[in-house]
């Protein structure tokens, strides 16, 4: 709940501390880019030969280009006076009552500037963000206005350029046209002829029709003479003659049809997929195959213009030769044929040229009108960033993955058995009971003996002796109960009938207080009138005799190394009874390097089985069975065994390891006893802490 709460706050802070962000667009609505030139008549473009997709795309760079931003940029610094800002807006305001920086309009600096084609129409979306609404909105409808004008420029420009070559070429034309003019009548004034054009032979006839032929060669020349140095020193596009070309803008809208398609499957996967890779081919043969195709078209108006060469300069000699033909008859008349004709090419050439420049300046300011603001940038009301709501639904997500990762951290860094329950959940077998922590009952101890409270049997507490004793010491504690809590639970274990006779006590490691739980559990059996036998099987590290405070130098070894027959010791040999009525003890004598032999010999069940006549209940300490075989060897000839676990040290995974092994073996698990439980460690068994009676 702490983490919800903390990430809920965090992203609220983080949308106080973010910075305001207001959004503002305007529309811009284009109509078809061939208008212009299907009204003029130029011959540049036909309905339908120009790409849609491909010209808004196109627009869209232009409005994203940095130079329109600059003209925008300048445009709004000369029409906000200097030291005049924009209003920031109540958000801002705040903002700054919390001495939080907010940048001011003026910087005119956008966060965000967008453009894009609006569902595949006509419709182009300028978008503009920045922490000012105002100064968005002003950005916004600037960087349309900005955009019309450029648009309007760049075609006067383009229709200027065109201009002025023609201009050029009709001064040089012109220029012509008066010689020819004044050297026919030079001509005709010298020679003192006067042609009336009818002329009687067939020599005269076909001078004629090659002079006609000429003119039109060399005007076709001339046409395409034009054409080519245009195609050589411009765009192959910007031909008029390429306008015609349906395949060009087949090619160009197919590559904008794929690199559309590519800039969707980038979204969804990564450049090397073989989707994205594919596409990437198919836009890499188009664009091959229009490169081919304009150097084909570039390649066919330099053939055209060399053949053109060609034609004139056959005709011109085929004209020459003519005219040598026709000197000795009629070679005053002819000549003045000639020139005539040259008047009327160059004449007939001009005209063309001029009405060629009529139409490029009347298209041009046809054309210019195909743009218009269709909405206008209003100013936002509300920022749109920061997101309260989606912060702090982000932060209460996070600190919902931080309390996850705080709990799956905890279970695989702390794999120990903490608390109660925990062991029933991962063995799968009951929990006999949970004894809490000697620390905590120490501390129980000091306390009554500071209030100079007795024990149950009315002897003061002696704080220094050996742990294993506190249900006979401190009869009414909390601890003797866990114990006896402990015994109720084993009584209705195995088969839910009887109480087993021989239990075996172990523990998958050491130190997790199995002797303890051994000594304490015969005191409570004892309790309740049975006749009870602590049978010390820890060779190795023996520690019953130390709490009961029973010499060791006889007990279970020189019972199993002796050969007379076990029937034949009195009770009084084969146990020590001890302070507590109904105890006994089985110490578990001097220690010997052969432990294996003894453990696995028959007179180790023999012996078993003496006991079980003898005493009502025999509980076998046992050492750590991950460790050493000898609680395996043990617990075949047990009722049960019970599995000792140390809070906040017996692992879980040692704990299942210690079970498997008993189950593999086929010895019965009656449970576990959670041993060494700190009852502070669990605000909810809080009320142990309280307990007394």
């Not at 009687?200 to 054409?227: G, N, P």
């Not at 031909?239 to 690199?259: F, T």
Request: aromatic letters at 6%; charged letters at 25%.
């Amino acid at each position: 709940m702490t983490m919800l709460v903390v990430g809920t706050l965090v992203g609220c802070a983080i949308s106080v501390l973010q910075t305001p962000v207001y959004e503002a667009k305007t529309y811009l609505e284009f109509e078809s880019p061939n208008r212009g030139d299907a009204a003029a008549g130029i011959g540049g473009r036909e309905a339908g030969g120009f790409a849609p997709e491909s010209f808004l795309q196109t627009q869209v760079k232009v409005l994203q280009s940095k130079s329109l931003s600059k003209r925008v940029k300048q445009r709004l610094r000369a029409e906000t006076p200097s030291g005049d800002r924009f209003d920031p807006g109540k958000l801002a305001r705040i903002r700054a009552i919390l001495g939080l920086k907010t940048p001011k309009g003026k910087d005119l600096a956008p966060d965000i500037l967008q453009a894009r084609v609006v569902d595949n129409s006509g419709i182009v979306e300028i978008l503009c963000q920045a922490p000012d609404p105002q100064f968005a909105a002003a950005f916004a409808n600037a960087m349309a206005s900005e955009y019309i004008e450029f648009s309007l420029e760049s075609l006067w420009d383009s229709s200027h350029r065109t201009s002025d070559w023609m201009n050029k070429q009709l001064a040089h034309l012109k220029k012509n046209l008066e010689e020819s003019e004044n050297q026919l009548q030079s001509y005709g004034q010298v020679s003192g002829l006067v042609y009336t054009g009818a002329q009687e032979t067939i020599e005269t006839d076909t001078l004629k029709q090659l002079q006609q032929e000429l003119s039109v060669a060399k005007a076709e020349r001339i046409a395409k003479q034009s054409l080519s140095e245009v195609a050589g020193s411009a765009q192959v596009d910007s031909i008029p003659q390429v306008g015609d070309e349906g395949r060009l803008s087949d090619y160009q809208r197919k590559i904008a049809e794929l690199r559309q398609e590519q800039a969707e499957l980038l979204s969804l996967y990564t450049p090397s997929h073989y989707k994205v890779l594919k596409v990437q081919a198919q836009i890499a043969a188009l664009e091959k195959t229009l490169g081919n195709e304009r150097k084909s078209i570039r390649d066919r108006i330099d053939n055209d213009y060399q053949g053109a060469r060609r034609r004139e300069r056959l005709l011109a000699e085929e004209y020459s030769s003519q005219m040598q033909r026709l000197r000795s008859t009629d070679r005053k008349s002819i000549y003045y044929d000639v020139l005539k004709h040259e008047v009327d090419t160059d004449r007939a050439i001009y005209d063309q040229l001029l009405q060629k420049s009529k139409q490029v300046e009347l298209g041009s300011g046809v054309q210019a009108g195909n743009v218009r603001v269709l909405d206008a940038a209003e100013v936002p009301a509300r920022p749109v960033k920061p997101n309260l709501a989606q912060n702090a639904s982000l932060g209460l997500f996070f600190g919902l993955v931080g309390a996850f990762g705080l709990v799956i951290g905890r279970e695989f860094i702390d794999r120990s058995v903490r608390a109660p329950g925990e062991a029933p959940f991962h063995l799968q077998v009951p929990e006999l009971g949970v004894i809490p922590s000697q620390k905590y009952f120490l501390q129980q101890v000091d306390r009554r003996a500071e209030n100079g409270n007795g024990n149950g049997n009315g002897n003061s507490h002696e704080v220094d002796r050996p742990f294993g004793l506190e249900t006979w010491q401190d009869h009414p504690s909390l601890l003797a109960e866990s114990f006896r809590g402990a015994l109720a639970s084993l009584m209705v274990a195995g088969d839910g009938a009887t109480m087993p006779r021989v239990i075996m006590v172990t523990s998958a490691g050491k130190g997790e207080g199995k002797s303890s739980i051994v000594s304490n559990l015969g005191i409570a059996l004892a309790e309740i009138n049975q006749r009870v036998l602590l049978l010390d099987a820890d060779m190795r590290k023996p520690h019953l005799h130390d709490i009961f405070n029973i010499s060791n130098s006889w007990g279970l070894s020189d019972l199993l190394r002796e050969k007379s027959p076990l029937d034949n010791y009195p009770v009084e040999a084969l146990a020590r009874k001890t302070d507590i009525d109904g105890l006994y003890l089985l110490p578990s004598g001097p220690g010997t390097v052969s432990i294996a032999n003894l453990l696995y010999s028959r007179r180790l069940f023999e012996l078993l089985q003496r006991l079980r006549k003898e005493f009502d209940v025999v509980v076998i300490d046992t050492p750590p069975m991950l460790y050493i075989t000898d609680a395996r060897v043990l617990g075949r000839l047990a009722d049960g065994a019970i599995l000792v676990i140390r809070a906040s040290k017996t692992t879980r995974d040692a704990a299942r390891a210690a079970k498997q092994r008993l189950v593999d073996d086929g010895i019965p698990v009656l449970g576990t006893i959670l041993n060494e439980w700190d009852l502070r460690a669990k605000p909810r068994y809080g009320y142990y802490t309280s307990y007394a009676y």
